[in-house]
């Protein structure tokens, strides 16, 4: 009934806030898209007025420097001395008072890079001159201009030059201050060198549209300023959109199609020269702006939505969602999880619910601490009473041994003796600690066999080898003790010793194989029957020591250790222990 309930009520607020947020999306993406085209028209013709200011400010500088250059006493007399033929003669004084008056210039017009004198006797001033490496020849193109001019950018033919260059072309009959050269022929020219890189950077300052073009164009309509391998170039340089450049009148604005592209289209004529500017605005721009005002929108609506059905769900979820959250309750406590807390928030009949299975969670878990503390203290009782079960005989036959040894007067076997078995007990007791390092058990083990050649005055050789990285790989404490007393005792013949067996050997060796630590420990002496001894090692019997090692083995790595007997008599028998990681920490011991 609940689920029916909150189903209605999703419904009805999902409609009601659907319906809303579509009108309400499409009525203010509707106002804004057309606010933001009014925005961009104002922002592209206010870009245009700036611009072309600011262009006719700076032609209106230049062509008022070149009338200053040109009303320089120095023009008028190198013009007079061209025409006479004592050209020659005055070059290098007429060349550093010319280089003093172009500097002159340059310093005052930012966008000029150079500037020459060009004389139709062949003559040329420069700034860059560096001698007579340029003649008229060279610039032939800018001779023959008989008006005021505007060339197509191209490469400098001077020496010092940052790329291309715009050639702005000055017939001096056509400037008034030199009124010596007015309606004279043959005529001088100077020609100014506007740098293309700076014209442009200056035309991408004014240009706060994105994604947008805007370049200067000449008298005809084709592109100065833009750049050749920019995509729109081809289509500009059109014949017919060329034609509509050059008809725009004062402003022209118009919509064209370019390379399958909408675009808007700015031009007008910049006052004071034969140019033209022109920006190039992808409507694509518009569209994607417009997009992206009606994907708001769309994303407000749906979030809108998004909380309605959250509201919905959540007047719903009051009493089904404190259910599901007791039913994680008993999901947890049914995999062994009972460190669980309350996971209702108001006081009612499903809080008590909850207190509750909290409270049966914590007495279940309770009594598992409780069960695995006896355990635990079962298995440590265990373990002690099978430690403790070393043979008390040895110690009082030990003891004794000493006994008779001061009373014949044999006091360094006896100091030997003693020394031996206070290691033997020191290392056995090990600080109340029942894990030993590896190094420590071979010692104890190594101790043994001396009080047992002392004993019996045998020569029993105890020898072993520790990799390197088991040096701190802990062990029950006295494990191989018991080993190596069934070695001498039935190996060797005990105290009788066996004459068969002419060195008497006990060697341990310790080392790892992969993730597995190895044990092998080996006699040389008569041997035993292997079936028998892996009987031994898993019943008990008369023979405790080998069924307590594998047991106190076990006890401490489980199924993680296993053990196996090979006999080759009087050569080499064998107890070979393989142990599984995780092994005890180091930590252990301390």
Known sequence: MNRKISRKISACMIFL??????????SCSHAYSTQYIRQVDTQVSAMFDTASLTLRDNIYHLYRSVSAVASNPAVRTIYCQDQTGKKDAAFLENLRVMDTLFTTFLQNTSWAENIALLCPGGQVYSTYQNGWNYTAGQFSEELEQTSIAWLRPRE????????????????????????????QSPDMTLAVYLNLNTMRSVLEQFNTVADSDIYL???????????????????LTEEAFRTRIVQCGDYSCFNTRIDGADYRVSACPVDGSSLYLVHVFPYRAVHRAVADIYATAAVAAGL??????????????????????????????????????????????????????????HMISNQIDTIQKTEELRRKIQLEAITDQMNPHFLYNTLDCIYWEVLNGHSKNAADMISSLAQFLRLTLNHGHEMMELPGVLQHTGEYVNIINLRFRSRVRFVYTIAPELETFLLPKSILQPLAENSILHGFGGEQGDPTVADPRISVICRQEGDRVLLLVRDNGMGFDPAAVERLLTLPSDHVGLYNVVQRLRFVFGDRFTVTASSIPYYQNEIRFEIRPPFPAPAQTE
């Open 304 to 361: 809108t939505m998004l909380a309605a059905v959250f509201l919905s769900l959540q007047l719903a979820s009051t009493i089904t969602v404190p259910i599901r959250s007791l039913l994680g309750q008993v999901g947890r406590i049914r995999a062994g999880d009972y460190d669980i807390r309350m996971v209702t928030r108001y006081d009612d009949e499903l809080r008590q619910m909850d207190i509750a299975l909290c409270d049966m969670a």
């Open 217 to 235: 164009a000449d008298s005809l309509g084709r592109p100065i300023t833009l750049e050749e391998d920019a995509p729109l170039f081809p289509s």
């Open 17 to 26: 806030v659907l319906s809303s947020s579509v009108l309400l999306a499409w």
């Open 156 to 183: 400098s033919v001077f020496l010092i030059s940052s790329g291309e260059t715009i050639p702005i072309c000055f017939p001096l009959r056509m400037v008034s201050s030199a009124s010596f050269c007015v309606n």
